[in-house]
């Protein structure tokens, strides 16, 4: 079998998965990375590069999942009086949660593309496309504001390409006759196949609507905050690259991995209790090993299902917390044991360490203990959660579900403002329940 380079240490069920996914097309190579841990047919943090195919599965449900981050030239003390204010704004002008459409109907010259139109499944879904262009999704999907070494503030976004990507991905599974699930070979296909073709259009496509979401709520909330951009990281991290490895072109498949070419940065962000950081590829023997990839941002050492209940003491897998004083984190505990990975790869240069002010996530355990926006929070979160346990093939059903739930909002909220009292102890209520749910990662 072509060699496997592993970075850091994983469980026997993540390391099998990674093998089998290495047994399938024209693979020339495979890393993985330190952050990886199971996922769909092919763990997070796999990276397999291929000679003549692409994997569907490896580039996954959420194609062209990636983070973007600008620096403004605001310092953190400016805005420091207002942090509670931004948030609520941000949750005002920036729509959170699974099948969530955007208020307001974003144009955009990626709707005249002719990649609409090469490919069967994305013309289907154009429209659905144009209402959620904007949105930021559930998960571990967020929008936080960050205070560098230098004390100015960066905006930070993780998400992708939303319904666009998961029905494109799911309709080419069903169509190359491939299976949903962990323990599934890989659904790959030729690069020459017509289907295979159809696929990187609508692949491309999706990437770039993907970054044209991030670009979107960046802007959104920059407007709240104020300020001018004075720097940009953006990049995927579940993506099919055509690349050039040594003497051959190759296609590269990373999902939940950061591309690292020497020169290039990257939005990574920490775990839970850790500061996000900047990247920087360098050239090295290792770097070429990893297939210039390096983590993408969880900062995992294990899935969301195996984090939940684990002790923030376990030596084995945890670093220090941090120290110094910052504002309360509004993160439940599904990457508590997910300190810094990074050092694992080695061969990555940290440009800037940012951290974090605030967040406002997309519908996981996460409050923010101003009482409007903790019952708004909570509310949001319970009409994530039944749509997370489902299967692949109950999405729409799920969504359906979550759409009626986040419909009875405005009927609550009023409800909720004769009561101060009872809102406080529902919201209690539901994050001692729900903080137990089981949950997994779907990158």
Known sequence: MTELK??????????????RCMQYGSVAGGVLCADGHLGYAQPVGGVIAYQEHVSVSGVGFDIGCGNMAVKLDVKKAAIADRIGPI???????????????????????????PLWR???ISGKLKQMARDQLGTVGSGNHYVD??????????????FGSRGLGHKTATAFIKLAGGKD????????????????RQYLAAMTLAGEYAYAGREWVIERVRRVTGGEVLDSVHNHHNYAWRERHGERDLWVVRKGATPAFPGQRGFVGGSMGDDAVILRGVESETSAESLYSTVHGAGRVMSRTAARGRSVKDPTTLSPPARRARAPRRH?????PAASVRRRH??????????GLIIQPGGAARFTWDRNASVFATWSWLCARPSQRCSISDQNRCISGSRACAALWPAWAAFSRHSETLGGRFCSMVRARFARAPNFSAA
């Open 6 to 19: 592993i970075f850091g240490e994983h469980d026997a069920h993540t390391k099998e998965q990674m093998a």
């Open 87 to 113: 948030l609520s704004d941000i949750a005002a002008n920036v729509s959170f949660g699974l099948g969530r459409t955007n208020a307001e109907k974003v144009e955009h010259a990626l709707f005249d593309s």
């Open 118 to 120: 090469e490919n069967e």
């Open 145 to 158: 504001l960050f205070e560098d070494e230098d004390g100015f503030v960066w905006i930070g976004v993780h």
């Open 181 to 196: 699930g962990i323990d599934v070979a890989p659904t790959i296909l030729h690069q020459d196949s017509d289907l295979g």
């Open 332 to 336: 439940g505990r599904d990457r508590a």
């Open 346 to 355: 080695g061969g990555r240069r940290r440009v800037r360490s940012v951290q």
